[in-house]
């Protein structure tokens, strides 16, 4: 019988560790350090190549501003995608460094990051979706790649410590509100590839019930013919090596500054070195609103907590069930050498005899427990 009770007991540890492991690969399938993701690949009928969608980011519990690099592969498949809200809400994000893979940041991606204070956008990104930089209130510095085409309605509003915005060459439209509500940016170089930009994208603040005018807001156009249409008022600006000042929307701002090399250039450090990462050096020109810089893709994702915490317990199981296992081999050699020994001294067999025992004590019990009822019922027919 105690070998019946040491199977069930192996059978159990068995069981568990089987399911710890079945959850560990299925809880974090999708995980890959502090990120959740999604494997996208084609279904039947569609041709594009396996990527990755970053999903979300889980922050250890550490109240102290971080610098997070999101991955650029994970199993040898490349991140393409920032999705929806995968990073809305992280209040300790300080500055996140975006891999070159990355085409796509989708809407509210890193919406109310609170601590958030520079974002470099690379080349590789075409599409900024709407409110997704909305409410990062410490936000200050922003380097869009010249990959990105479109910049989605109320992209960066709210953002009302953002001082330095560059926009890539590339750019054609800028959404509704993109910039609504920047009040300390009181100046942006529109570059030459810029078709559109829409109400209230630019110089505009919410004054109680109006919409009010940033004070002193100017665009500096990149070329000839870079069209401003802002609040629905377009400004047309002719290539000329002087200044040129016109009126947008009343109070707006339009100068061409094509001639940008005769001003002068201004280095400053806007994040602190620290042993995970280099510092960043960003070239700003004042005179021009122009920003150059380069990213730094150095930093290791960190493992996540969680899946550390699962694997001990897988751990702890598997060598707990060796353990057993081994137990078990050698209660059974040594029972099956008892056997051996009783069946050539012409005894009882151990299994036999601890049968034939474990039976007698089961009678025993049984019949203490029927004399008891007749006891009881006694009692009640005696009353």
Known sequence: ???????????????????????????????????????????????????????????????????????????????????????????????VIIPDTVTT????AFYDCHDLEIVVIPDSVTYIGESA???????????????????????????????????????????????????????VRIPASVKEIEKLAFGYYQNGSEDAVVDGFTFYTDGANAAVNAYGATADVEDSSEDVSAPVAGALAVINNSACAEHSVKYTNVRTATDS????????????????????????????????????????LVVAFVILLVWYVKMSKKRRDAS?????????????AEKEAQEKKEAEKYAKKKAKQEANLRKYIDF
Not at 283 to 299: G, H, K, L, R, W
Not at 340 to 352: E, R, S, T
């Open 133 to 187: 930089f909305q409410s990062c209130e410490n936000l200050k510095y922003v380097i869009i790649g010249n990959g990105v085409k479109l910049i989605g309605d109320i992209a960066f509003k709210d953002c009302v410590a953002l001082e330095v915005v560059s926009i890539g060459s590339a750019v054609e439209t800028i959404g509704n509100g993109a910039f609504y509500n920047c009040t300390a940016l009181t100046d």
């Open 340 to 352: 051996i020994a009783a069946y050539n001294a012409g005894k009882p067999l151990p299994d036999v």
């Open 1 to 95: 019988m105690k070998s019946l009770k040491i199977k069930k007991v192996l059978f159990i540890m068995l069981t568990l560790t089987a399911v710890f492991m079945l959850f560990s690969v299925t809880a974090y399938a999708d995980e890959y350090g502090n990120f959740s993701y999604n494997s996208i690949e084609p279904e039947e009928g569609e041709e594009f190549e396996p990527y990755i969608e970053i999903s979300g980011y889980s922050s250890d519990d550490n109240e102290e501003p971080v610098a997070v690099q999101i991955p650029d592969v994970i199993d040898d498949v490349p991140v393409t995608a920032i999705s929806a809200s995968a990073f809305s809400g992280v209040s300790n994000l300080k500055e």
């Open 277 to 316: 990462y280099d510092g960043l050096d960003v070239a700003f020109c004042a005179d021009c609103a122009s920003v150059v810089t380069q990213p730094n893709y150095d930093m290791e994702p960190e493992e996540s907590s969680s899946s550390l915490i699962t694997f001990i317990i897988i751990a702890v």
């Open 105 to 108: 940041i989708e809407n509210a």
